[in-house]
């Protein structure tokens, strides 16, 4: 009788190498690539005889019909598991794969470092005005130095919403490297965890009234779609700055580009965006206090590494019947232990 196996499916390429290169240490676990060359019933025929599912977390890139749905999954009775290829996990309606016994999982913390990193680099651009002073050097409008004077970041108040593992290291980085007093508004943190983590916990209206940078870290969810708008940008001290790495939709790109015009906003730190690339004539890539990227905050080398080994993790440990780690939906686990145990060999 054949020895059970774990069949793990993708579409086209994974996040990094890392992940085949942990994979293949597993022999239970057998990877089965993908391509949309292959075409929807080629696809949704490999999916079928997979238990997991690692799927790309950027709804741009991977399109509607293999995003993680309730018709999706009513195609695919063998799956255990999916896991997305970052943090976020946008492609993924995780209540239903609650509803269905599916175990979700995301590589959390993978790619803080480069995030973190890129958010800072982002506050620095900013209140040393580089946008605008290259975009009038470029004009010929340069002569005169002082009309581009900047501010510097040491001692500053930042306002970090969402101090997960990104903005946790985003405030490790500006206490230690920079003396700055750190505020973060997070509902899922208590005082004295927000404490530990190097920052004061405060309400959205008094972190947005204090701060000089707002910097935002939290997941697009219910609850935060649209947090950042016109009474948000208002509510903001005169002059402030305002980056966000987290994901698209969370602030009003109209209301934004508001506030900036109005000079209400001193700049913008913009890596993520309502879609993803951002059309070439968008208003607020042409802003000369907007600094603009593609949602690359957390693509490095190193990072990319990370989430791919954490990612191979996951389904070792969905392959073995172990914990779970970086689980999104922890209430899943009695129903994915029950389908775990009535699995059928391969």
């Given at each position: 009788m054949s020895t059970p196996r774990f069949r793990v499916g993708y579409?086209?390429?994974?996040?990094?190498?890392?992940?085949?290169?942990?994979?293949?240490?597993?022999?239970?676990?057998?990877?089965?690539?993908?391509?949309?060359?292959?075409g929807a019933d080629r696809i949704l025929a490999g999916l079928a005889e997979c238990q997991g599912y690692y799927v790309q977390a950027a709804r741009d890139e991977l399109p509607l019909a293999w995003h993680v749905t309730p018709a999706l999954l009513a195609a695919l009775p063998r799956?255990?598991?999916?896991?997305?290829?970052?943090?976020?996990?946008?492609?993924?309606?995780?209540?239903?794969?609650?509803?269905?016994?599916?175990?979700?999982?995301?590589?959390a913390g993978g790619n803080a470092e480069g995030v973190a990193e890129h958010a800072v680099g982002m506050m620095l651009t900013l209140l040393k005005r580089m946008p605008e002073a290259a975009h009038a050097m470029r004009a010929g409008g340069?002569?005169?130095?002082?009309?581009?004077?900047?501010?510097?970041?040491?001692?500053?108040?930042?306002?970090?919403?969402?101090?997960?593992?990104?903005?946790?290291?985003?405030?490790e980085v500006l206490r230690l490297a920079f003396g700055c007093r750190v505020l973060a508004c997070d509902p899922y943190?208590?005082?004295?965890?927000?404490?530990?983590?190097?920052?004061t916990k405060v309400e959205l209206p008094e972190l947005l009234a204090a701060a000089d940078i707002v910097s935002v870290h939290c997941p697009l969810e219910a609850a935060t779609r649209g947090l950042f708008g016109a009474e948000s940008f208002a509510t903001m001290r005169p002059g402030a700055i305002f980056v966000t790495t987290a994901r698209g939709h969370i602030h009003d790109e109209a209301a934004l580009l508001a506030a900036l015009q109005s000079g209400h906003i001193a700049g913008a730190g913009l890596d993520v965006w309502e879609q993803e690339p951002p059309p070439a004539d968008h208003p607020l890539l042409t802003h000369p206090c907007v600094v603009a990227t593609p949602h690359t905050a957390g693509v490095t080398q190193e990072s990319r590494a990370r989430v791919g080994r954490f990612a191979a993790e996951g389904f070792i440990a969905a392959a073995r019947g172990e914990a779970l780690p970086r689980l999104v939906n922890p209430e899943v686990l009695p129903a994915y232990r029950q389908r775990w145990a009535q699995r059928a060999p391969a």
């Open positions: 579409l086209d390429r994974p996040m990094h190498h890392s992940f085949l290169d942990a994979m293949a240490t597993a022999p239970e676990l057998e990877v089965v690539r993908l391509t949309l060359a292959d799956l255990r598991a999916v896991s997305s290829y970052g943090a976020g996990y946008d492609t993924i309606d995780v209540p239903a794969c609650t509803a269905a016994g599916i175990a979700v999982l995301n590589q340069a002569a005169d130095r002082g009309a581009f004077m900047g501010r510097e970041l040491a001692g500053r108040t930042v306002g970090l919403v969402g101090l997960g593992h990104v903005g946790r290291r985003v405030a943190l208590s005082a004295t965890d927000c404490d530990a983590r190097g920052a």
